[in-house]
């Protein structure tokens, strides 16, 4: 059974900051690039972040860029978010998103996502 866990969420200051976690299971993690992507309530998805399988080519929204930092622990099939200098439009529920890719498909073979953690940047 396939499972995606965030956690580290929670409710924080501006400038503050944030570490997520997103613990996997069910699927061989090293070969999956992983994302984190967020959406406030009513407001469509965003992507954030991914790193690929190897953690060497990784890419952030130009939001985030300079704050957030990626990162994956292939021997404990986990993915980071660490999450500096926050702001209140970082304000949302981050999801932790799988997918693997066959060649040079343009479309995941298989792709999972977590059940999402709130953070909340407020005063």
């Known amino acids: 059974q396939v499972q995606l866990v965030e956690s580290g969420g929670g409710l924080v200051q501006p400038g503050g900051s944030l570490r997520l976690s997103c613990a996997t299971s069910g699927f061989t993690f090293s070969r999956y690039v992983m994302s984190w992507v967020r959406q406030v309530p009513g407001k469509s998805f965003e992507w954030v972040s991914d790193?690929?399988?190897?953690?060497?080519?990784?890419y952030y929204a130009d939001s985030v860029k300079g704050r957030f930092t990626i990162s994956r622990d292939n021997a404990k099939n986990t993915l980071y978010l660490q999450m500096n200098s926050l702001k209140p439009e970082d304000t949302a529920v981050y999801y932790c998103?799988?997918?693997?890719?066959?060649?040079?498909?343009?479309?995941?073979?298989?792709?999972?996502w977590g059940q999402g953690t709130q953070v909340t940047v407020s005063s």
């Open positions: 790193i690929n399988s190897g953690g060497k080519n990784i």
């Open positions: 998103y799988a997918a693997y890719y066959r060649g040079s498909d343009h479309d995941p073979a298989y792709e999972y």
